[in-house]
């Protein structure tokens, strides 16, 4: 539980940095009073209460897809429950856009979250003397850095350290909001939820505004979820609600009691909790909290990549494992340069977090909304529940969703069109890849040779057999490989042990050894297996052989084994329905895809890569 504090309730933990200083900005236009702060409050504290606790919490962690969670496990899970019912084509486009709109939001968040987390923790320098506003943006500057530095070394190393400061984190929040609700009791009254109904009624014309300003206290709500792989649904839900929710909603309530008591607070409320000795540790403390938060959040987009390239959404890149015990702890050089590019563009850009604001929420009220579509369709068709409640339970909940869509579209010209357009790339790269991925794999189609009676063939003139084993990587099992084809044609020679290698990707997080690999003996010496690995696993091709000996008894000596892989490249001329610019990144995208031996884990002493042109 203590360690699921550090990963999963990092962005939300440090949420009350920001949020609700944005819910009293004087740009909404409304007046600042007891009614006003009590409203606001309410709002706070039943969100909370109805999107990360009934929503997150109690109904979405069932959505357990072998032990994970995620926009994309949550996809495969929604594909499950349509296979099972026979469901028409377009529901299975539907859910596959669904997912790939909710991944692709979260890009966004990952961003976005570090920059804002950040820059809100090192602005209460100013709280401590206006000294140091000019090296604010450069402070955050170097911490981000920093982070995005160490990021190869993974997080196994630092993870002991996470859920003990965000331990001490959620209750700094706690004492400090306690101590001035003492002195300010009255703020309690907000626990009424009439308080919100009233604030909105009473705000009509501002309340969109506003609800857009709520909405960031419960950003990172969907990591909950996000995470569940890694430590369980149970130890989650404990650390939400004995520590996580306690701790928040009392510092909300303490930034409350303090703005009623000293309106002047407003323009920092957070830190104005503590006295000024104070402020300098409350300083450090919150930098190491948001540190952790960005952590969590740029682990997670790595995860999500890794997901996305099993998938076939995205072409292959390099990955890291950095831990021999946690599988979900990986490293992409290529994601994390380029989100290191962006983030610190976003601080050099907006210079504030009261700017970035502005820009945080679409993206996550976007992806909250697919999270809700897809667990209905789960509940609905997987679980068996009574469609009417389902259908009430999703109404509800997606009602809530488009509310803050609704409010967070208003805040699109200040900055939101960030998150939506780093989106639309992301989803523009995603359906080009798959699209590219489907012509390639036509074109190979075209040029298939059955792979039995191509075997019966060599029998009638076999060609000069030599020792070792042959592995040649293939897309297609039941065709003959392009390597193998030419490496016939130019060497005129064949190995001793022929094995043709499919390798898989299931839409579950793992695949179990007795489930694992499916293998054929065939004729003359041929050997065809088909392996497959979960969206969370790294294919590993050595690791396949030898359990290929161990459950089929086949001894194959790993120095006497050559991988034959071929690459493929299309002519542009030869990717119908794609316009000019995304056959240019199809072409882009399969020159810079990682090689099969980073990919497949082939040792480089023993490769052979042939290549292939399709016009």
């Not at 996550?364 to 068996?384: D, F, I, P, Q, Y």
Request: net charge positive; proline share 5%; charged share 15%.
């Amino acid at each position: 539980m203590v360690a699921a504090l550090g990963v999963v309730f990092g962005d939300i933990g440090t949420s009350p940095l920001y949020a609700f200083k944005e819910c009293l900005s004087p740009a909404h236009g409304v007046v600042l009073d007891r009614s006003a702060v009590l409203g606001l409050l309410s709002l706070v504290l039943w969100g909370l209460m109805l999107v990360v606790t009934l929503k997150y919490v109690v109904f979405v962690l069932r959505a357990d897809h072998d032990g994970e969670g995620g926009i994309l496990a949550l996809q495969g899970l929604a594909g499950q429950a349509l296979e099972k019912g026979g469901a028409r084509p377009w529901a299975w486009k539907a859910i596959a856009a669904l997912g790939l709109v909710g991944a692709a939001m979260f890009y966004g968040d990952s961003l976005i979250t570090p920059a804002i987390s950040v820059l809100s923790a090192v602005e209460g320098l100013e709280v401590a003397t206006p000294v140091f506003k000019p090296y604010v943006v450069p402070i955050t500057l170097v911490v981000l850095i920093g982070l995005f530095l160490v990021q190869r070394k993974g997080t196994a190393s630092v993870g002991r350290m996470f859920g003990p400061v965000m331990l001490l984190w959620f209750g700094v929040l706690a004492v400090s909001g306690i101590a001035h609700i003492i002195r300010n009791p009255q703020v309690l009254e907000a626990i009424d939820p009439r308080w919100a109904l009233q604030f909105l009624l009473t705000h009509r014309a501002q309340s969109l505004g506003v609800l857009g300003a709520v909405f960031l206290a419960f950003t990172g709500g969907e990591a909950l979820y996000a995470d569940m792989g890694h430590f369980g649904a149970a130890p989650i839900r404990l650390a939400w609600v004995f520590i996580a929710l306690p701790a928040l909603v009392l510092n909300y309530f303490g930034q409350g009691a303090l703005v009623l008591a000293d309106p002047a607070a407003i323009d920092n409320p957070f830190f104005r909790l503590f006295p000024a000795w104070a402020t300098l540790p409350m300083v450090v403390l919150a930098a190491c909290a948001t540190v952790i938060a960005s952590q969590a959040v740029i682990s997670g987009a790595f995860s999500m990549t890794a997901h996305a390239m099993h998938m076939g959404y995205l072409p292959r890149m390099r990955i890291v494992q950095t831990s021999d015990s946690a599988i979900g702890q990986v490293y992409l050089p290529t994601v994390n340069w380029l989100l290191m590019a962006g983030v610190l563009l976003l601080v050099l850009a907006f210079r504030s977090s009261g700017a970035l604001s502005a820009a945080y929420g679409i993206a996550v009220s976007v992806t909250m909304l697919t999270t809700t579509l897809l667990a209905g369709v789960v509940a609905w068709r997987l679980w068996r529940w009574n469609p009417v409640a389902v259908g009430i339970g999703v109404g509800l909940f997606a009602l809530v969703d488009l509310t803050f869509i609704v409010a967070n579209s208003l805040k699109i010209a200040e900055g939101g069109w960030l998150t939506l357009v780093v989106a639309a790339m992301v989803m523009f790269v995603f359906t080009t890849w798959a699209q590219g991925r489907r012509v390639t794999e036509q074109a190979a189609a075209e040029e298939r040779i059955e792979l039995t009676p191509f075997i019966d063939a060599l029998a009638v003139d076999m060609p000069h057999r030599v020792h070792g084993t042959a592995v040649f990587m293939t897309a297609d099992p039941g065709s003959v490989p392009h390597a193998l084809l030419h490496n016939l044609k130019h060497n005129q020679v064949l190995h001793d042990r022929v094995i043709i290698l499919c390798v898989r990707s299931r839409p579950v997080p793992r695949v179990y050894p007795a489930g694992r690999l499916e293998v054929e003996q065939l004729a003359h010496g041929f050997w065809r297996v088909t392996a497959y690995h979960g969206f969370m696993e790294d294919p590993a091709v050595p690791e396949y052989l030898r359990l290929m000996a161990y459950q089929h008894g086949l001894h194959i000596e790993s120095m006497s084994t050559s991988y034959f892989t071929s690459r493929a490249s299309l002519g542009l001329g030869r990717l119908p329905g794609l316009g000019v610019l995304r056959k240019a990144l199809f072409g882009t995208l399969q020159r810079n895809a990682a090689r099969a031996s980073d990919y497949f884990g082939l040792p480089d002493n023993r490769l052979i890569e042939i290549g292939r042109r399709a016009n």
